[in-house]
């Protein structure tokens, strides 16, 4: 092999790097294979591209290469973690690391590996003895008080992929500047120590404890903060059907059930168990409705439940559908979700709490979800705040609130995200889920359902309609080209006037730093150039918002009209002008025939 060339001498050069780093045996051979077929466009990518490190840490797909997750790449990052730690976190040796995993391909292993990076620096880790869902990570930081968190998981992303999610000493996902500082550190500590190869015996290291059954107790136990009407669940008129989706959340779902008074659900048994081949879905997802519960809307259906609550692989999100009377199962878009267990944290905050002065309470949603927490601020007198996209924002905004003495009841991101309270700064699906089943048993007791409250929510703050999508693409120079047409379009060298029949109010570019809503047209949110983000506000009040996402191949459209009845539109016709705005976007705005996008699956 080492004889082998390939013609391109910054392929072979890199090639050989590879091979004194790897020394895992599959990867190892991947790498043979594509320099023995002389594959170099192949190895091109895989050798000449680095996986970056961001705000999101690292998520990809696995397999050989410094573009795909494998042992080398998490062994250079967990050093350059490592490292940046010592350097930045001057108790590190003491606060320690905690580190959990999901039921991914690979993922113990590279927890492993991490571990071991740390442990041969002398940091304490705290490494879970089994796949365990990604907010006990958060939790589990704020218990000990660590320095830091790790958690490899990829969450809702295909069986391929893989990632490693950090998070800061505050419980929240890491922002900048500390991305950037990790990134460097990854870069300054790119050879692999022999030692960090070894991590068969790390369990056994003095600086290696497992934090599960101490962490399993003290979620549960804090979980009760977050319970109104314990006596009452205990003989919930539901009966409640549960998925993992082929990820870790039903064990831990169970024990939550136990604090919350709530007997077992049934369970979509081909779905409980973790499997990192997601053997029954196309995508372990949730959120692309319907196509993800089909198994669990059958088990409901044949134990006469009339409630789905379905977390993805890694329990840090929770999709909701509800039996209707006419058979079919609605499910809750995330916003309707929202705006629901928004509600309820109100409600039942303030019947415990009547004399809680109001302005130390808040909410908080991320710029692309729905404004029906805001306006129900408005008139209930809590205080709303809006954040760029991302639970690593809103977390933080939260302990920033929480150090001035203010209390977050909830926040929430329309991708079916959801934050009750502040035990866990991060979307937590399991106390979620818990948080919706003790609302639903209160409505069901009260003769109300989840689906006619929130058409009463609706009724009683003002309709908020919306209708989010996305494309796939994985050539991110056409994303590129996609965005900066509509900063130039139609080659005028200015933005847009309208789109199509409708008219533009506002146009914010949180890329470039551009809102001409500001006097001075700088935006108030913060402006990244690393991801493309427009929002579009129309004169008849509809706002869109068009934004690559941050770990997967798609391009995004958030839409939301708050249809006036002064105007004498209603519901109906508010959705059927929003629909064909929608149109409008994609037709003028996406160009989807033109750059190759494929639309979201059906």
């Keep these: 092999m080492a004889g082998r060339t390939t013609g391109d001498d910054e392929v072979d050069g890199k090639l050989q790097e590879w091979l004194k780093l790897d020394r895992n045996e599959n990867t190892r051979a991947e790498m043979q294979q594509l320099a023995d077929s002389g594959d170099v466009k192949g190895l091109r ?7 970056e490190f961001g705000t999101a840490g690292l998520r990809a797909r696995m397999g050989t290469g410094f573009s795909q997750m494998n042992d080398v790449t998490i062994i250079q990052t967990s050093q350059g973690l490592s490292k940046y730690l010592l350097k930045t976190c001057p108790n590190v040796k003491k606060n320690g690391v905690v580190i959990g995993y999901d039921g991914r391909h690979n993922s113990q292993r590279f927890a492993s590996l991490a571990a071991t990076v740390l442990i ?10 089994a796949v365990c869902p990604t907010p006990y990570v958060p939790y589990s930081v704020l218990h000990y008080k660590t320095e830091c968190g790790i958690m490899v998981t990829a969450s809702h992303n295909p069986k391929d992929d893989n990632g490693y999610k950090v998070y800061w000493g505050n419980g929240a996902q890491i922002i900048s500047p500390i991305d950037k500082g990790i990134a460097e550190s990854i870069q300054q500590n790119l050879a ?53 989706m082929h990820g870790v959340g039903y064990e831990y779902f169970k024990r939550a059930c136990q604090s919350f008074g709530f007997k077992e659900p049934v369970a979509a048994q081909e779905q409980i168990t973790p499997d990192p081949e997601f053997p029954t879905v196309k995508y372990p997802n949730p959120e692309e409705g319907e196509g993800a519960l089909l198994i669990a809307m059958k088990t409901a259906d044949q134990n006469n439940s009339s409630v789905i609550l379905a977390n993805d692989p890694d329990a840090d ?46 909410m908080l949603a991320s710029t692309v979800s729905s404004k029906i927490l805001q306006t129900i601020g408005n008139r209930e007198g809590f205080n709303f705040e809006e954040t760029l996209t991302g639970f690593k924002w ?13 209390k977050v009841l909830f926040a929430f991101e329309e991708a079916i995200g959801f934050m009750c309270g502040t035990n866990v700064l991060d979307k937590d699906g399991i106390s979620a889920a818990m948080v919706m089943s003790e609302m639903a048993t209160y409505l069901y007791n009260n003769n ?59 146009i914010r570019d949180l890329t470039v730093g551009y809102d001409n809503s500001k006097p001075d047209s700088k935006p108030v949110l913060p402006v990244s ?4 983000m427009i929002t579009f506000t129309f004169e008849n009040g509809c706002v869109a918002t068009l934004r690559t996402s941050g770990t997967e191949p798609k391009i995004k459209y958030y839409t939301e009209v708050k249809p ?32 190759g996008f494929t639309p979201r699956p059906t």
């Excluded at 990518?45 to 996986?51: E, G, I, T």
């Excluded at 209603?570 to 002008?577: I, L, N, T, V």
Aim: with cysteine; aromatic share 14%; proline share 5%.
């Design 564 to 595: 006036d009845p002064k105007q004498g539109m209603d519901r109906q016709q508010a959705q059927k002008e929003l629909d064909d705005i929608v149109q409008c976007i994609i037709t003028h705005f996406y160009q989807p025939e033109k750059f």
């Design 317 to 362: 999100r929770l999709a909701v559908a509800e039996k209707l009377p006419d058979g079919n199962w609605h499910i809750f878009s995330g916003n309707e979700t929202g705006a629901l267990l928004g509600w309820w944290s109100w409600f039942s905050f303030v019947q415990r709490y009547p004399e809680y002065p109001v302005s130390d309470l808040y």
């Design 45 to 51: 990518k895989l050798l000449l591209q680095r996986m």
């Design 394 to 406: 809103m977390g933080n905004l939260s302990t920033d609130l929480l150090k001035q003495g203010k």
């Design 529 to 532: 150039k690393s991801s493309q």
């Design 120 to 129: 041969n620096d002398e940091i304490p880790v705290y490494l879970f003895s």
């Design 192 to 244: 692999i120590l022999d030692s960090s190869w070894d991590y068969t015996s790390v369990r056994s290291s003095p600086l290696c404890k497992d934090p599960l059954a101490t962490i399993l107790d003290a979620y549960n136990r804090d979980l009760c903060t977050l319970c109104y009407f314990q006596e009452k669940n205990q003989c919930s008129p539901i009966n409640f059907t549960y998925t993992a």
């Design 448 to 506: 109300n359902t989840l689906h006619r409250k929130l058409d009463e929510i609706y009724k009683t703050y003002g309709y908020h309609l919306s209708n989010n999508s996305y494309f796939i693409c994985h050539e991110a120079d056409k994303i590129k080209q996609m965005f900066e047409e509509i900063r130039n379009y139609n080659n005028t060298g200015k933005y847009p006037e309208s789109c199509g029949p409708y008219k533009i109010k506002y």
